[in-house]
T-cell receptor, first 110, second 112 residues
């Protein structure tokens, strides 16, 4: 199994631009998570899905952030418009019994 | 919600010595406690986990202990090696919920 696959791995964008991060969970996993990691705030859960349904989005920082999971094999996290304080590593993770993380998307907003 | 506290934030040990990281959690309903290791620039990777129906679990040089009464759990690394240098995160899952709440992390440095 290829594990959790994220794209892009690195993105540099200008403030105000839309950013879309993508995730393919491990096949057969029924839960998907989006985490954000920064030095200041550590690992923060943004949102998680169970069987493609958003269960808890209380960690989504603002209305500028949105996430979708149209099917069991794909999810997106969108930031529109992006701001410099959104710069972070965004991890997607999936779970059947144990949570496995993807390699992360390193976002820099200038 | 669940609150996980982790100590110490940094830990430096001599190669061959043991390292111990401690975490406390707030929600007595939590029943799943994994530990993740994150090397610089890499993703967090699960190294060991424990569920609330056991008090201790070992995997080679790594062990985890759980005290449900006191609501704390610990990671023990014996015979540390330079490749053990990383950031270690503890986490707790609220009972019946799939969310993981993470501790702030411990940066472990193993001195050769």
């Amino acid at each position: 199994d290829a594990g959790v696959i994220q794209s892009p791995r690195h993105e540099v964008t200008e403030m105000g631009q839309e950013v879309t991060l993508r995730c393919k969970p491990i096949s057969g996993h029924n839960s998907l998570f989006w985490y954000r990691q920064t030095m200041m705030r550590g690992l923060e859960l943004l949102i998680y899905f169970n069987n493609n349904v958003p269960i808890d989005d209380s960690g989504m920082p603002e209305d500028r952030f949105s996430a979708k999971m149209p099917n069991a094999s794909f999810s997106t996290l969108k930031i529109q418009p992006s701001e410099p304080r959104d710069s972070a590593v965004y991890f997607c993770a999936s779970r059947l019994n144990t949570i496995y993380f993807g390699e992360g998307s390193w976002l820099t907003v200038v | 919600g669940e609150n996980v506290e982790q100590h110490p934030s940094t830990l430096s040990v001599q190669e061959g010595d043991s390292a111990v990281i401690k975490c406390t959690y707030s929600d007595s309903a939590s029943n799943y406690f994994p530990w993740y290791k994150q090397e610089l620039g890499k993703r967090p990777q699960l190294i060991i986990d424990i569920r609330s129906n056991v008090g201790e679990k070992k995997d080679q040089r790594i062990a985890v202990t759980l005290n449900k009464t006191a609501k704390h759990f610990s990671l023990h690394i014996t015979e540390t090696q330079p490749e053990d240098s990383a950031v270690y995160f503890c986490a707790a899952s609220m009972g019946g919920d799939y969310k993981l709440s993470f501790g702030a992390g411990t940066t472990v440095t193993v001195r050769a």
